[in-house]
């Protein structure tokens, strides 16, 4: 198996000196790996806390947070529902979606539904209310530091993601039972649908991408560092110069599998209304011809419908 060598930059770093870097691991990887993200650790470890309080609830309170028609936009997603596009098996895991919060009358409210709060987690709203936040500051660095490499203004991208569709994921992979479905696995093959995605959690391994040999390889990630990945939102405005990789979750083995694993993705999302359309700097990567434009919010429901969430 050939070696990959996924970024690991510091995002304290001035960006004009880690831009290049990134945009090189993205291109040929869709990954790599930040540290110094400045999402305080203390805030980190309450959510991590809180996320585990939640899901340690009885089955039938979290199903009570399920919204019916809600596409599993916000609330509790059971276990056993979503399923990797093309896949005959559902992942093998539960989920809490929180998105953003815009006022009452907003242009774009309509396509974000309020945020629902579970009562029994003491702190929870506030918790992810905080962490949400910190992690959109953390993704609009990044985001420049893309802008940078591909030659674009460095705020090129604020103007894309603000008031954007985005959602924090709390994921929980139960422990795997002699009930599982034959072939099923935590998280089946899949690529991302959104803009970047943003994970806290991936210490513990389990976590593969696949490489354009057709390889799968571990990510290996420090404690406490974020993992950065393409969706196909940016895969699809860059032309393809930017990598929207096929990943997955693996099952453990061993011990490992008795065990429960978390982690907390933040998707995301250009605002809905943002027409995708291949920027200039990128339109001659692709002999075949640019894909045709479609607003984000498009582009989203075509996806969502294809994994059993719409």
């Avoid at 770093?13 to 650790?41: C, K, M, N």
């Avoid at 309080?53 to 596409?71: C, N, Q, T, W």
């Avoid at 991302?192 to 290996?220: F, M, Q, R, S, Y």
């Amino acid at each position: 198996m050939t070696t990959i060598n996924i970024a690991s930059v510091s995002l304290a770093q001035p960006l004009e000196e880690i831009a290049d870097e990134l945009g090189r691991s993205f291109g040929e990887y869709g990954f790599a790996v930040v540290r110094d993200h400045g999402i305080p650790q203390d805030l980190i470890a309450r959510a991590e806390a809180a996320s585990k309080a939640f899901f340690a609830l009885p089955d039938s309170v979290k199903r009570g947070y399920k919204i019916e028609g809600g596409g599993g936009a916000r609330g509790y997603t059971p276990f056993g529902t979503e399923k990797a596009k093309d896949a005959e098996i559902f992942d093998l895991k539960e989920f809490w979606h929180v998105g953003r919060d815009l006022p009452p009358g907003h242009a774009l409210a309509e396509y974000m539904a309020p945020n629902i709060w579970p009562q029994e987690v003491e702190g929870f709203k506030p918790t992810f209310t905080e962490l949400f936040a910190a992690f959109d500051t953390a993704g609009l660095r990044v985001l420049e530091a893309i802008a940078l490499h591909l030659g674009l203004a460095r705020t090129f991208f604020a103007d894309t993601v603000e008031h954007g569709n985005s959602v924090m994921r709390l994921l929980h992979y139960p422990p795997l039972g002699p009930d599982a479905p034959e072939g099923a696995i935590r998280a089946a093959a899949h690529g991302d649908i959104n803009t970047i995605t943003l994970l806290l959690g991936a210490e513990e391994a389990g976590l593969e991408l696949l490489t354009k040999a057709g390889e799968w390889h571990a990510v290996d990630v420090p404690e406490g560092a974020l993992v950065i990945n393409v969706g196909d939102m940016l895969e699809r405005l860059t032309n393809g110069v930017l990598r929207s990789t096929t990943h997955r979750v693996v099952n453990p083995r061993g011990a490992r599998a008795k065990r429960s694993r978390y982690s907390m993705p933040f998707f995301l999302h250009f605002r809905p209304d943002y027409l995708i359309e291949s920027l200039e700097c990128c339109a001659a990567q692709d002999a075949q011809g640019r894909p045709a434009p479609i607003t984000a919010h498009d582009f989203l429901m075509q996806r969502l419908r294809e994994i059993n969430l719409a």
